[in-house]
Structures are given as C-alpha cells and as structure tokens.
C-alpha cells in the first residue's frame, strides 16, 4: 500500500503523505500520523512505512520495543500451567484418597420451585 503513495517533506521529521485522495500527516520523531495507528499501535502505519522508504531508513527502527523478538521470547520463556490440570490434580489427590473428578454423581433431588416469593406489596401482605 505505501508504494503507491505520495511523500512530500515538510521539514526533516514531519511529512504530508497523499493517499488517493486523503492526505496524511507523519511525524516521525513523535511517532505520529494523522490517522491514528502509529500512536495507537505503536508500529508503523502504512503511511508512516512510505515515509520510513523515502528517507532510507528501516521501518524496525520505529516499532515499540514490545514487538521485538527478544521481549516475545521472554514472554513464552515461562512454561504456561493449565487451569484444568491443576484442578484435575487437585481432585485426585483431595486429602490423600485418589478419586477422580468424573466420580461424582449428583443425588436425585426434587425440582426446584419456581414460585417467585410475594413482596411487602403484593396479595398476601395488603389489608382489606
């Protein structure tokens, strides 16, 4: 998409970027665009791309470090504990007896009412 924009420079970091024909600012020393996701997203846009081309510069110079390799290995570097395992684990060891989870039958009850319960205002408490 940004090789067929048009870049035009205001000064050394702020330029106009025309698309069809919507025009866009990008600052690149504030990481700004006028329309939003380079600040929002904190990596470039595709206007902020066609400007990065046109000075010669490499576009990884202008994401967040958050979506660097080195931070999303540190992210998985911890092993992940399911929920359910440890709820599994939990249960099968439940005061040292080994039952398991599927064990568990529920005891014939009686259905519960759906009567709703009278109010202050309603029939059973109004004077006659």
Do not use: W
């Not at 660097?68 to 998985?76: E, H, V």
Request: charged share 25%; with cysteine; glycine share 2%.
């Amino acid at each position: 998409m940004s090789h067929r924009m048009i870049v035009h420079a205001s000064t050394e970091h702020v330029h106009i970027v025309i698309d069809d024909a919507k025009s866009f600012t990008v600052c690149l020393n504030t990481r700004m665009c006028s329309c939003g996701r380079f600040q929002h997203d904190e990596i470039a846009c595709s206007h902020a791309i066609a400007v990065i081309s046109y000075r010669n510069k490499h576009h990884e110079d202008y994401c967040s470090t958050y979506y660097s390799n080195k931070n999303f290995q540190d992210t998985y570097a911890i092993p992940i504990v399911l929920l359910l395992r440890m709820h599994l684990e939990y249960s099968i060891t439940y005061f040292g007896r080994r039952t398991a989870a599927t064990n568990y039958k529920k005891k014939p009850d009686r259905p519960p009412s759906n009567d709703c319960k009278k109010g202050f205002t309603e029939e059973k408490y109004k004077k006659e």
